[in-house]
C-alpha cells in the first residue's frame, strides 16, 4: 500500500504525474484508497468516468452501500442522505423542486451582491507583505455568497463557516459527524425562524416551493439547505486558490486575461479543467456486476471517479498539462455530469469572474510571495485545494 502513487507524499502538492501513470496502465483500476481503507476501482481516462458518472447503475446513495457494513460513522441523517446522495426517482423529484428556485437569473440578480462582497474582501489587501489569498479571498468569498444566497443572517456566518470546514478536513471522525450535527441543527432553526417570519431568500423560496401537490418535507428542507450551503463554498473556494495559482504560473495568460477582462468567462472551462476542485473521488457503487473500460467490477464495490484525471486524459485533451486558455475545454468534467451535474455551476462561475476581474484589475502586479513548490496543500485526495496561497500586490 505504502508504495501506491496515490498515497505518495508529494501526490497531494501534484497528482498528475500519478494520475497519468494509474491511467496508461489501466484507466479503471482497482487501488487501495478510499472507502475506509477497503479499495476501490478509481477511473483516470476521459471518457471512462465520464461514463460512469451516467451510468444508472452506479449509485451515490452513500447510506445504502454502508447500511450493512461496519460503521461507527455518526454522520446526521440530513448530512448522510443529502440530493447528491440520492439515486432516481427520487433524485428527480428533489432536484425538481430546486432547480425551479435556483435559476440562472437569481445568479444575475446577485452579481452586484458578488462585486461589492470581493471589492470589500480585497479593501483590506493594503500593505508590502503577503496577504493569503485563501483566506482573505477564496474562502469569504463562496462563504458570505451562498449565506447571502441562502438567508444564512451575517453573525451566524463564521460559525457555519467554522462547521463546514470541519465536514470537509480530513479531521477525527467525531469532529467530523459533530459538525454534521450542528450545521443540521443550525439549519432545522433557521428554516423554523423562516417560517414564522419569511423572507426572500433562496431558503424561503425553498420552503414554499412546489412541484403540483408536491413539496419538501421538513428533512427534506434541513438536508438540501445543508448541501447548499456546504457544497457551495468549498468547491469554489478551491476552484479560486486553483485558478489564480495556475494564471500566476504562467504570467502571459495572467497579463492577458488583465488586458482583456471579458476573456475572463470563457476562460474559466480550461481553469477547471486544468486542476479541478474535486479531484481524485466523486462516490459511486456497483449496484450490479458491470464493464467499465474493460475492467470486470463486480457488485457492490466502490468506484471514485477522478475527475482530475479525466479532465488530463491525453485521449480526449491534446497536451493535456497546458493550460491553454484557447483551447475548447466546454467538455470538462470539472462539474460533474449526467443527473447530478452540479447545480450551483453558474453561481461558481459568476463568483469566479467576478473576483478575477476584480483581482487583476486591482492588483497588476500580484505574484506569488512563496515558490509555488512551497506552497501547502489541503491534506485530502477527494478535493483538491491550497492550504494557502500567499501572493504580493505591491510593486
Ligand atoms: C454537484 C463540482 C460549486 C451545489 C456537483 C458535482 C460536482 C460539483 C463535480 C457532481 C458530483 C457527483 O456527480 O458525484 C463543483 C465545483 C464547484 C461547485 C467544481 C465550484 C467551482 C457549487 C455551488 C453550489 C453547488 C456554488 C451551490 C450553490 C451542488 C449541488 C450538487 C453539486 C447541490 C448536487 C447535485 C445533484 O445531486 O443533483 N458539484 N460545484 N456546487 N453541486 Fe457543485
Known amino acids: 500500500m ?3 502513487p496515490m498515497t505518495d507524499p508529494t501526490f497531494l502538492g501534484d497528482p498528475y504525474p500519478a494520475y497519468a501513470a494509474l491511467r496508461a496502465s489501466c484507466p479503471v483500476q482497482r487501488v487501495p484508497t478510499g472507502s475506509g481503507g477497503r479499495g476501490s476501482y478509481l477511473v483516470t481516462g476521459f471518457e471512462e468516468a465520464r461514463e460512469a458518472l451516467a451510468d444508472p447503475r452506479l449509485s451515490k446513495d452513500t447510506a445504502a452501500f454502508f447500511a450493512d457494513k461496519e460503521s461507527r460513522r455518526r454522520l446526521h441523517p440530513a448530512v448522510a442522505r443529502t440530493m447528491l446522495a440520492t ?11 430546486v432547480t425551479g428556485s435556483f435559476t440562472t437569473r437569481a445568479v444575475e440578480e446577485l452579481r452586484p451582491f458578488i462585486a461589492g462582497t470581493v471589492d470589500a474582501l480585497l479593501d483590506r489587501w493594503s500593505g508590502a507583505g503577503p496577504v493569503d489569498l485563501v483566506a482573505e479571498l477564496a474562502v469569504p468569498l463562496p462563504v458570505i455568497v451562498i449565506c447571502e444566497l441562502l438567508g444564512v443572517p451575517e453573525r451566524d456566518r463564521a460559525e457555519v463557516r467554522r462547521w463546514s470546514g470541519e465536514l470537509f478536513a480530513s479531521g477525527a471522525p467525531d469532529t467530523i459527524d459533530a459538525a454534521s450535527h450542528s450545521l443540521a441543527e443550525y439549519m432545522t432553526g433557521l428554516i423554523a425562524a423562516k417560517r414564522s417570519r419569511p423572507g426572500n431568500a ?3 423560496r425553498l420552503i414554499s416551493a412546489r412541484d403540483g401537490a408536491d413539496r419538501l418535507s421538513e428533512e427534506e428542507l434541513v438536508s438540501l439547505g445543508v448541501l447548499l450551503l456546504v457544497a457551495g463554498h468549498e468547491t469554489t473556494a478551491n476552484f479560486l486558490g486553483n485558478a489564480v495559482l495556475a494564471l500566476l504560473r504562467h504570467p502571459a495568460e495572467l497579463q492577458r486575461l488583465r488586458r482583456h477582462p471579458a476573456e475572463i468567462a470563457p476562460s474559466l472551462d480550461e481553469l477547471l479543467r486544468y486542476d479541478s476542485p474535486v479531484a481524485t473521488a466523486t462516490f459511486r457503487f456497483t449496484t450490479e456486476a458491470v464493464t467499465l473500460g474493460g475492467t470486470p467490477i463486480p457488485a457492490g464495490e466502490p468506484v471514485l471517479v477522478a475527475i482530475g484525471a479525466a479532465n488530463r ?3 480526449r485533451w491534446p497536451d493535456p ?5 484557447d483551447r475548447s475545454a466546454a467538455g470538462h468534467l470539472g462539474f460533474g455530469h449526467g443527473i447530478h451535474r452540479c447545480v450551483g455551476a453558474p453561481l461558481a462561475l459568476a463568483e469566479a469572474d467576478i473576483a478575477l476581474r476584480s483581482l487583476l484589475t486591482r492588483f497588476p502586479a500580484i505574484r506569488l510571495a512563496v515558490p509555488a513548490e512551497q506552497l501547502t496543500w489541503r491534506r485530502t485526495r477527494l478535493v483538491r485545494g491550497l492550504a494557502e496561497l500567499p501572493v504580493l500586490v505591491t510593486s
Open 2 to 4: 505504502s508504495d501506491h
Open 87 to 97: 439515486d432516481p426517482p427520487e433524485h428527480a423529484r428533489l432536484r425538481r423542486l
Open 202 to 204: 433562496l431558503l424561503d
Open 313 to 315: 486524459d491525453p485521449a
Open 321 to 325: 498539462d497546458a493550460l491553454d486558455l
